[in-house]
């Protein structure tokens, strides 16, 4: 049997996502790679407790991961959505992007190779809601953060709110939408105010009185201050990307506790990122059917499409495969 490495990148919201699905996919224990750059600033273990189905956590850059994948003895698979790891280190790539039905798949290389490395971001929808959920929940805050978010959760004093996100810096949605929106919430509803932009999220609870907030002392900020957030910049790994972002340790724990307090609520769907798409599924740990099953399941749907239109597109030579 296999061993299985997943290398955890990108913002908090597709790290979770990426070891979700890592885990879903395998059914067996991990141990994960958890680089500190621009997209996360903080560590695994400052976030969360160790769960039952992780053996470990090793702090690395790309570049250290892709030697150490390099030095070891015996065959290597690679299941990703992008080969940023260098594809001659592996005898076998599984693009984890337009497979329909991976989980037999990895399965296979489980049984088939000495070590499994996966690097994914989003959640294949081939994984049941009820185990992205079961496993999500398994995914603890530690006591500091988990403290946090009930403190802010006292705020709604045991009624019922609504959750509202607003993701702002890497989105192509315009804050006058996101205003729209909240202007059509009933009045008398308490909402659940959170975003990654702090002017927007002060000005929102001005348009909607009725809510709170959880005050947070640090934000997403820009990696270089002269480039806009989409602007083409080179992060802190060297890779060139599409968004000009760099998330502190203490930014990345407050964004968490926001998280945390999003799944408590009734979710407003407003935009399809990362980040809602958790927190409306974890809110089905704590309320399992409710409207936020019916929001998973156009996630879903949404994931099917996207790679129904890959697999077309490749088809007909307008998409090439990352092996």
Not at 276 to 305: D, K, N
Request: aromatic share 12%; glycine share 4%; proline share 4%.
């Amino acid at each position: 049997m296999a061993n299985v490495l997943v290398y955890s990148d990108g913002s908090l919201g597709n790290r979770i996502r990426g070891i979700v699905n890592a885990f879903a996919l395998s059914n067996h224990p991990l141990h994960i790679f958890w680089p500190i750059n621009n997209w996360c600033g903080s560590e695994f273990q400052s976030l969360f407790d160790l769960p039952v189905f992780v053996n470990g956590c090793t702090y690395t850059s790309l570049q250290e991961f892709e030697s150490y994948i390099s030095h070891l003895k015996g065959s290597k698979a690679l299941v990703s959505h992008s080969n940023h790891i260098k594809s001659q280190l592996f005898d076998v790539i599984l693009d984890a992007s337009r497979t329909f039905f991976p989980s037999s798949r990895v399965r296979e290389l489980l049984n088939t190779y000495d070590y499994i490395i996966i690097y994914t971001v989003e959640v294949h929808p081939s994984v049941s809601i009820h185990r992205y959920s079961k496993i999500l929940g398994s995914l603890k805050p530690i006591h500091e953060i988990q403290k946090k978010a009930d403190e802010a959760l006292l705020k709604a004093n045991s009624h019922s709110f609504l959750s509202f996100h607003a993701r702002l810096t890497d989105s192509k949605i315009p804050f006058s939408w996101y205003k729209t929106k909240l202007k059509s919430v009933n009045k008398q509803r308490l909402v659940f105010i959170s975003s990654d932009d702090e002017s927007a999220e002060n000005h929102l609870t001005t348009i909607h009185p009725n809510s709170f907030t959880f005050p947070k002392a640090a934000y997403p900020a820009p990696l270089f201050k002269k480039k806009t957030w989409n602007d083409l910049v080179i992060d802190t790994d060297g890779r060139l990307q599409p968004y000009n972002k760099n998330i502190s340790h203490q930014s990345t724990i407050e964004a968490w506790v926001d998280l945390l307090i999003l799944s408590h609520g009734v979710p407003i769907f407003t935009n399809k990122g990362s980040f809602l798409e958790l927190a409306i599924v974890r809110s089905l740990v704590h309320t399992p059917l409710s409207r936020s099953y019916l929001l998973v399941l156009m996630y879903r749907l949404m994931r099917w499409i996207k790679i129904a239109f890959l697999l077309s597109s490749e088809r007909f030579g307008r998409v090439a495969s990352i092996s």
